[in-house]
């Protein structure tokens, strides 16, 4: 490919690149892998600047991005939704429970869902996600409303997870950034966090916690976007390059995340102390909350025929 690369008098472009996740972390290990082909495949005439978690919380990101500062980073749910918040139907309760079905009405819905982001601005290089959303508690947590009694975390700006908690019910919600919660967590301001076996281990949260629920509940939501702007400004090889290596490089970080997403969960589960909780006899409760959410979500978050498109791309 990089003999194809017409040679040019412009100076090296140097894009910056932000992510929540730590150094050493799968997400700065596969970006900085995809900044060398970069530059490899485009004779230096392109690469990539990785800047692991203290560039900002995911807000900052988003107002980062938009103030020209960075030039992409990789955002969970909640950055996306500050950005093309219609998206944040690939989060709609009860619908995406599996990776198949995540994986399915992504590539059935494509060309919508990159349309979306490119209206606001953005331009998708790749999902991220951070595995599968498990419930980790003090407590088991076995059915919907168990959650009456608990004080889960509540990530800031998200619209999804409150709705839920308010259709159960439970006003305990704890709205936090994701650096305050080991904090809360001995503090006991809070006692439930959702989260992925990833996550929970890599920040330490499993120490806290000695509950975690069987089954799965979702998966979390991730994508890596770089400013339209700065991308459609690049030479049309070097645009080429950089989706090409991008598609190659977030297929790697998905397998490397699903695979390492499995074994934390493996890890945790058989954890002295760490207790595994069966909720499929609820499962019936569960789906009839997750339901109603997606449903009260109508109009706030996504249309009716975005929610209805996205559970057929899903089947």
């Known amino acids: 490919m990089a003999a194809r690369l017409a040679s040019a008098q412009e100076a090296p472009v140097t894009l910056r690149i932000a992510t929540l996740a730590p150094r050493g972390s799968a997400w700065h290990r596969v970006f900085t892998a995809w900044g060398n082909t970069l530059r490899t495949q485009t004779n230096g005439r392109l690469t990539i600047n990785v800047m692991p978690a203290g560039a900002g919380d995911e807000l900052d990101l988003v107002r980062r991005m938009r103030a020209r500062e960075i030039d992409g980073a990789s955002f969970t749910a909640i950055g996306i939704g500050q950005i093309a918040r219609p998206v944040l139907v690939l989060q709609a309760p009860g619908v995406f429970e599996t990776y198949e079905h995540l994986d399915r009405a992504r590539t059935r819905m494509d060309a919508e869902l990159r349309g979306l982001f490119e209206q606001n601005g953005a331009t998708l290089m790749g999902w991220s996600d951070y595995g599968q959303g498990r419930i980790f508690s003090t407590r088991p947590i076995r059915r919907p409303a168990d959650f009456r009694e608990a004080r889960p975390w509540v990530l800031e700006n998200d619209p999804v997870f409150p709705e839920l908690l308010r259709v159960i019910g439970a006003t305990g919600g704890v709205p936090l950034p994701i650096g305050q919660v080991m904090g809360a967590l001995e503090q006991g301001r809070i006692d439930t966090v959702v989260a992925s076996a990833t996550a929970a281990s890599a920040l330490q949260w499993h120490t806290r916690l000695n509950h ?14 770089f400013s339209k702007e700065k991308v459609e400004s690049l030479p049309a090889d070097l645009q080429t390059a950089l989706r090409e290596t991008g598609r190659q490089a977030h297929e790697t970080l998905q397998r490397t995340v699903r695979r390492d997403d499995d074994r934390y969960y493996q890890t945790l589960s058989t ?12 499962e019936a409760e569960w789906r009839q909350v997750a339901q109603q959410t997606r449903e009260r979500l109508v109009g706030r978050v996504y249309t009716r025929e975005l929610l209805d498109r996205a559970i057929a791309a899903a089947r």
């Not at 975690?212 to 976007?225: E, P």
């Not at 954890?271 to 609820?282: E, H, K, L, N």
Request: charged content about 10%; overall charge neutral.
């Open 271 to 282: 954890r002295p102390g760490m207790t595994i909780v069966d909720a499929s006899q609820y």
């Open 212 to 225: 975690v629920m069987q089954q799965s509940n979702a998966v979390l939501l991730g994508a890596t976007l």
